[in-house]
């Protein structure tokens, strides 16, 4: 934490720091959680009163998608824990890790929002982060080489700031005449509210779904429609496919109950005496339809809330807005401007056999904002990464063990590894998580990298790139293993062949 | 970009240009759109699991073996023979500036050319070019 600034009230006076972080939800309080154990000056601002990004206020029926087990066969305490915990943020120090289990009330495997919201409370009192509440950021501009953040309490310059303003800004279609007939999701109202409605859902992904599951009871029929076909996660094998929580909507469908999962496209809305007219188009023939109903919820994604970082050159991508970024979470655009939290969704990594990482979600993106901060450490602060020296001889057994344990290897599958390097000396390093991508197409020493895989049979295996003269040339997959544990003597004989002259 | 954007954008590509309005819609939510750094692998020579990429926006260097030996841009779609042959990319494609390309997941390519007969007859005749123009140069 910053000792320089005099100590008012509100912490973290207007002023130059060695880095600002915008956002006090999972990725700045993350963010601000490694700074700090680094000792690296920033400060952390807030729009909000108190911590908890988007968790202060969805999702929309008050149960989380992902689930911490409070009965895993690991001790709370511990980094394997967090394989069962995808709620929690995390720490290094036993005593930070695990929030989550110790706040639910044991009904569920879901934490409620609520509990989502108070665990993110928890670890800023357990951790001492600092953050400066309702001090928005309102705009920026340059100063040299400084960035300089508007708010009401007046500028913070800094070489380097953090955006962590999540990706949870509604986002309405805009070329659908009509569309001022609908809300979006984020404004939908009290269950209750919609006894008896004809209820038109725009969207099929996961908000979409959600919807459909929480007003099952209430509105009939509920139809859900957009031009691509509904996916199941356990198909996807990704988060991506609508998850299984969310599955009743699509059962109900299946047996004619009055729900309706529709390929089309919304074409316009009318608004007549009796409701709404949704004017729609087959996605497979292009045969118009109308379909009458009372309300209409646009489950239509989101966007991020970048404010003028655009106008300043930011380039930005796909319809979510998210900036363009380096595998370390740098604007591609705009020098050291780094992201963290849901926005880190816009680096694609690998993605192999299509399946994309979950930096979208806490479990995933907690990771990630190691990479950041450890690239800020290293390029701002000259602090670097340690890169502890390994025994020949525990080369395998090290990779086979984060294989089957590592967390970051579990949550991030095809995107963070765990690598190993040998220096000009022989000496063999362990350089830790890094990005995947990063690993494959720079250049670097001779090593390996080891991380977890699924491909499109849905097998998960380990999966090994070995760097040979700065390249990587190929990928190699080890064996299945029934119950996921790859230390055993075959996954060390395999593994052994692959490394042998590079780590051995 | 909005909706009208990315219609317009995937409207203008020779491999979309066949298809009506509702079908550009369904493509539009079927392909993802990615963002790739200067310097990364888009498709790596040798590795399982790869997709089928169409740029949107800036250049790529096809190369093999470490040697450049095509630049491919906005419209160019490449990954569909290691896909169609069911085998690892026998190039790399590298990000030569900032990329924006659609992706479509590998294993999604043969229902994808399936639903939309009229972009694998143009994928047809852009592969046909790529062969005639290789036969002229051998």
Known sequence: MSTQHSTETSPFPAGEYGVVVVGSGPGGLQV????????????????????????????????LLSWTKPHAGQAHDTREYERYDFNSLVAAEPGNRAVMPGLMDGTSEFPSRAEMEAGMIEFVRRTGLVVRYDTPWQGTSRDGDLYVLHTPAGDYRTRVPVFTVGAAQPRLPDDIPGIEHAAHYADTREPSS?????????????????????????????ILASPRPAQLSVNLHSLGGVRARYVQPWEDAELGGGVFILDAATERLERHASGIAVHMRRSDDAEPFVAEVDEVIAATGFTAPLLDLPELGLSTFGRSGLPSMTSSYESVSMP??????????????LKKYGIPANSGAVHGHRYNSRLTVDEIAGRFFDIERPRPAVAADEVVERLLTSASAAPELWHQKSYLAHALSRDPDGTIRDEGIVSLAEYVDAAGPDGAAITIETDDRGSIHPAVYVRRRGR??????????????YRTPEHRAQLQALVVDVLG | MNEAQILDALAGLTLFSDLDRPQLQAVAHTLSEESFPAGQRILRQGFAGSGFFVILEGEVAVRVDGEDVATLGKGDFFGEISLLLGESPVADVVASGSVHALQLAGPDLREFLLAYPVVMYRMLQAVSRRLDRANRRS
């Not at chain 1, 990587?472 to 544990?485: F, I, Y």
């Open chain 1, 336 to 349: 050291a401007v780094y992201f963290a939290g849901t926005i880190t969704q816009g680096v694609s990594g």
């Open chain 1, 194 to 222: 919609y006894a008896g409605k004809r209820l038109f859902i725009m969207g099929k992904a996961n908000s979409g779904f959600e919807l459909a599951s929480g007003l099952l009871q209430w509105a009939s029929p509920i």
């Open chain 1, 472 to 485: 990587v040339d190929t990928d190699a997959v080890l064996d299945e293993s029934p119950l996921t544990d």
């Open chain 1, 32 to 63: 601000s959680y490694y700074l700090s154990r680094l000792g690296i000056d920033h400060a952390v601002i807030s729009a909000d009163p108190a911590p908890g990004g988007m968790f202060r206020r969805f999702p929309f029926f008050q149960r």
